[in-house]
């Protein structure tokens, strides 16, 4: 069957192809060129690609994995609250009072409570925080308040 000038240019584009992907020398290629437009049959044409691939060459594409299901993910976790500061400053405080002698313990006694109201209405973390802070701020309280109680007793019964 004789060939048209439409099969003349695919069998060149082949060519082109081959070329381009290294699979042909450049003297083996442009006497194949040659050749393919001197080419009156599809046997001629033919003869000059056999040998090389007559379209995009299958590559191995490895396909991503398969996605997880929704229905197996973990539901997504909210974002965590902060921390209450006022809380925070109320632990401090009530650590503190060992150091100051008992002086940051009303400071820790009003932060822990305040920090505890707005704990309640915000629903931040630190509820731990501001009741540590309350219970060493009121034990440094009691200290001071015991030991003014006492000196006052023995003033007492000095006289």
């Known amino acids: 069957m004789r060939a048209s000038h439409a099969d003349r240019e695919r069998a060149v584009d082949v060519l082109k192809a081959g070329f381009a992907e ?26 000059l690609v056999a040998d090389l691939p007559q379209g995009p060459v299958p590559q191995a594409q490895f396909a991503p994995p398969p996605a997880v299901p929704q229905t197996f993910m973990p539901a997504p976790m909210p974002p965590p609250m902060p921390t209450n500061g006022t809380a925070t400053g109320a632990l401090i405080c009530g ?49 001071w308040a015991f030991f003014l109680f006492m000196m006052m007793l023995a003033v007492l019964a000095r006289a």
């Open 22 to 47: 290294g699979r042909l020398p450049q003297h083996e290629y442009e006497q194949r060129i040659g050749r393919a437009y001197q080419a009156q049959t599809h046997g001629e044409l033919q003869m």
């Open 95 to 143: 650590i503190l009072t060992m150091a100051t002698g008992g002086l940051t313990g009303i400071p820790a006694v009003i932060l822990g409570h305040k920090a505890r109201a707005e704990i309640r209405r915000s629903g931040e973390r630190g509820d731990g925080q501001a009741l540590a802070g309350l219970v060493l701020g009121w034990l440094s309280i009691g200290g």
